[in-house]
């Protein structure tokens, strides 16, 4: 599967935005990272910097678009697959690049930032919503969530990204992250689940 694109929506959770100290959003924030960071949660130990403070994991609903992007699209007609996914953070290193007012990319785009489990066929949006989705770090619940609360839906944020960049076939979305969030550990071993059914897993390496 071609993925050409990452697009990822900030603070999309108002919990998550809360815990963080941050202001709830009156539009989707947007950032991107490079296609080098993604890394399948295929089981084995991926390799995290040891020297740069705090990586905090960021669990997230991935989409899939598989179709092209017309302007008046649905999200159900040009979203063909799904997955679950971390946006791994830099969260000190972010802070510091915030505070001088530079892009977040260096905290964001490093290598093996970005998680992702396999693909599977979307359901739908309204199915969706009767999914909850889940983070375990060595067999304890640390995020948990559901589309249903989301500031910005899969329609508004995939118009956004449309409206600001173009969307199209082969593009990916990482669409906010719940409440939760904390940083990771050597040795550590995390499980993304979908419902009750396991979708990946790995173990952090430093």
């Known amino acids: 599967m071609d993925i050409r694109n990452i697009f990822c929506i900030g603070r999309n959770y108002a919990a998550h935005a809360t815990e ?3 202001a709830i959003p009156e539009s989707p924030i947007l950032f991107s990272k ?6 399948k949660a295929d089981g084995k130990e991926v390799l995290f910097p040891s020297d740069q403070g705090e990586i905090h994991h960021e669990l997230e609903i991935v989409l899939y678009i598989g179709k092209k992007v017309r302007d008046d699209f649905k999200v159900d007609d040009v979203v063909t697959k799904m997955a679950l996914g971390i946006d791994f953070t830099l969260r000190d ?7 001088k ?20 066929d979307f359901p739908g949006t309204e199915a969706c919503k ?3 989705f889940s983070l375990l770090k060595n067999g304890e619940r640390v995020q948990h969530g559901n589309i249903k609360l989301m500031m910005f839906d899969f329609q508004s944020m995939l118009e956004h990204i449309h409206q600001e960049f173009g969307l199209d076939e082969g593009d990916i979305v990482y669409t906010g992250t719940p409440e ?10 995390f ?5 009750n059914e396991e979708k990946g897993r790995f173990i952090v390496r430093q």
């Not at 939760?180 to 071993?189: A, L």
């Not at 499980?191 to 419902?195: D, E, F, K, N, S």
């Open 20 to 22: 963080l100290g941050n």
């Open 34 to 39: 490079p296609t080098h960071a993604l890394v």
């Open 93 to 99: 290193l972010q802070f510091d690049l915030k505070k």
């Open 101 to 120: 007012g530079y892009p977040w990319l260096r905290a964001k785009g490093f290598k093996n930032s970005a998680i992702i489990t396999e693909f599977w």
């Open 130 to 132: 009767e999914t909850n």
């Open 180 to 189: 939760g969030v904390g940083p990771i550990s050597n040795k550590e071993e």
């Open 191 to 195: 499980v993304l689940q979908w419902g």
